[in-house]
């Protein structure tokens, strides 16, 4: 994905002359090419995501367009605030792409961690949210909102689905219908999803952006039986869920990066075994709820 971003920003770059690549010392040498073509629209601002993040939205408010790309904790959490006021509160045009998702940077330790971003973003009015489960469905999603009026995060995986679907910014996508539970799944997830449903007679939603959430095609889909699959701190949708759902009766069970700190070491695949996010431990959550 992160070879991705660099293309597709690269061609944004060539093509609109408002768009801006703000760096926080994070990716420099994969922008070479930005940095020799747009000198002027291409800054590696350093270690100040806070000031970045203020910068980018004084360039908002005089029509540029900004890309701002560093690893999650330091875009999210470090930047909270900044977020929050300069560009939810003025609902200003500005993306936001961040890398390492929950733990991909799992030897660097709990500095490099960040499960809590989709959580903390949700609780800021304006903010647009994705989490693309391809590279080619990073591109798809960046080219149809980078100038859509509104902040947006992009949330990117070293670890991708084994192919691609066709997405659309706000929608939902079916994958398969069943009857016996609806399997709501995010981003880089699916692969894990559909190898632990392969026998199963379940519905699987398929969303690649969860704000706005798609209510429309859960209402069509769903059995009283809802799982939730979601590669950051479980339970972040739960009250979209239960808001698109309200007056229906229904059970709702959460898949997710448990609330708490991960403080034994290992590769991110070690941590997705231990915490039962791999194919297997999936398949034998739903089967339990089943």
Do not use: W
């Amino acid at each position: 994905m992160r070879k991705e971003l660099v293309k597709s920003i690269e061609k944004i770059q060539d093509i609109d002359d408002n768009a801006v690549l703000l760096l926080g010392d994070i990716g420099v040498f994969g922008f070479r090419n930005s940095f020799n073509k747009h000198p002027n629209r291409t800054y590696n601002i350093g270690i100040l995501e806070q000031s970045t993040i203020s910068l980018a939205a004084g360039m908002a408010t005089i029509g540029l367009i900004p890309f701002v790309h560093t690893i999650a904790p330091f875009l999210v959490e470090r930047g909270l605030e900044q977020l929050k006021v300069d560009f939810g509160y003025q609902n200003l045009n500005g993306n936001f792409i961040s890398v390492g998702a929950s733990y991909d940077y799992a030897a660097l330790g709990g500095t490099h961690h960040c499960a809590g971003d989709v959580a903390q973003l949700l609780t800021i009015p304006n903010m647009e949210i994705i989490i693309p489960g391809t590279s080619n469905e990073f591109n798809q999603l960046i080219n149809q909102t980078y100038n859509n009026g509104s902040p947006t995060y992009f949330r990117l995986t070293e670890y991708e689905n084994n192919f691609d679907n066709i997405v659309s910014f706000g929608k939902g996508n079916l994958i398969k219908s069943g009857s016996k539970a609806t399997i709501i799944c995010v981003g880089n997830l699916l692969n894990n999803v559909l190898e632990a449903t392969e026998n199963l007679d379940v519905t699987i939603l398929y969303y690649t952006t969860i704000n706005p959430f798609d209510s429309e095609i859960l209402l069509s889909n769903f059995n009283e039986k809802i799982i939730l699959v979601e590669p950051y701190y479980e339970g972040g949708l739960n009250y979209k869920i239960n808001k698109t759902l309200k007056g229906f009766k229904y059970e709702l069970i959460n898949i997710g990066v448990p609330h708490k700190f991960l403080t034994n070491y290992g590769t991110k695949l070690e941590h997705d075994i231990n915490l039962s996010l791999n194919a297997d431990g999936i398949k034998k959550t739903i089967e339990e709820c089943l």
